[in-house]
């Protein structure tokens, strides 16, 4: 495993729509493992190929609902995900790994329902809600070539950070 580096949201790479997987081979388990150990490291929620100039639809979710130790026990690998349902909505704070320090107030559908594939090219389903929801939507985005600044309500004010990072901490 190695880690890569992850773009910022300057690179043109990240606005641009990625191309579905169609072999579940060796090269897409480097790729996964990478993105994994990328993702911990950066101990963020989230993490899509085109983060790290893959242009490929896969991406990494940490499924907080899971009751793990660690990170790296809740993440839930993606490839060729597709929303088949989606219900709701929530209003809440957003960031991302490829705009690091900022945040926006982001609107999204409160559940949803995927269909994806794992490593194996087995097909699966989830549905979850609330802040799992959001990453995955997030994700997804990326994979279209959106960033949560492309459809934020507005910005984050520094007193609002500071507030949600100290509820952060408590937690
Ligand atoms: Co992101």
Do not use: W
């Not at 999204?108 to 990453?135: C, M």
């Not at 959106?146 to 500071?162: C, K, S, W």
């Amino acid at each position: 495993m190695a880690l890569r580096n992850i773009l910022k949201d300057e690179d043109p790479g990240l606005s641009k729509k990625s191309r579905t997987i169609t072999g579940f081979d060796k090269r897409l388990f480097t790729l996964l493992d990478d993105m994994r150990e990328t993702l911990i490291n950066a101990d963020g929620l989230g993490l899509a190929a085109p983060q790290v100039g893959v242009l490929r639809r896969v991406a990494l979710i940490a499924d907080t609902t899971i009751e793990a130790e660690t990170l790296d026990e809740q993440i839930i690998e993606l490839i060729n995900p597709e929303i088949m349902f989606e219900d709701g909505e929530q209003c809440g704070s957003e960031g991302c790994l490829s705009i690091p320090g900022v945040y926006g107030l982001v609107s999204r559908p409160n559940t949803v329902k995927i269909k994806s594939y794992d490593r194996h090219g087995k097909e699966f389903e989830l549905e979850t809600s609330a802040l799992t929801a959001r990453a995955i939507f997030h994700e997804i985005d990326h994979l279209n070539g959106v960033l949560f600044t492309d459809i934020m309500e507005r910005l984050l004010t520094d007193e609002e950070i500071e507030e949600m990072k100290t509820e952060r901490g408590k937690e």
